[in-house]
């Protein structure tokens, strides 16, 4: 099996609805995303699949939240932008533009702990 990661970066802020603590008011984080994909073979170039097509997509996904409060963007304007919920609206928006399979999304406010959004097995 092969895998592939790959990292970007946004700044973003937002506030946390109905949460009890200090993060229901607006704050900023500079936000890592790592999106990992697999595949059990390379194909004839000896890839998994074109690193340069699958970074313009995340930074597609990633662009539109850069330098903005997030709460104020869609979907985050009617849904609670945390982290769990970031890492799954980009593992289903990177899934919906690529043919190999998104193994999981890992979604960091800060380096000490981070969410991982991967699909429940079938």
Excluded at 8 to 34: E, M, Q
Aim: negative net charge; contains cysteine; aromatic residues 10%.
């Amino acid at each position: 099996m092969y895998k592939l990661v790959i990292t970007s970066k946004f700044s973003a802020a937002h506030r946390l609805v109905d949460y009890p603590g200090a993060c229901a008011r607006i704050h900023g984080h500079n936000w890592t995303v790592k999106v990992t994909v697999a595949a059990k073979d390379v194909d004839d170039n000896g890839m998994v699949v074109d690193l340069v097509e699958l970074k313009r997509h995340i930074d597609a996904c990633v662009d539109q939240f850069d330098h903005r409060v997030l709460n104020d963007v869609p979907p985050f304007d009617r849904l609670n932008p945390t982290s769990e919920n970031i890492a799954k609206y980009l593992y289903d928006f990177i899934s919906e533009r690529i043919d190999i399979k998104v193994e999981e999304v890992q979604v960091a406010e800060v380096d000490d702990y981070a969410v991982i959004f991967s699909p429940p097995n079938d």
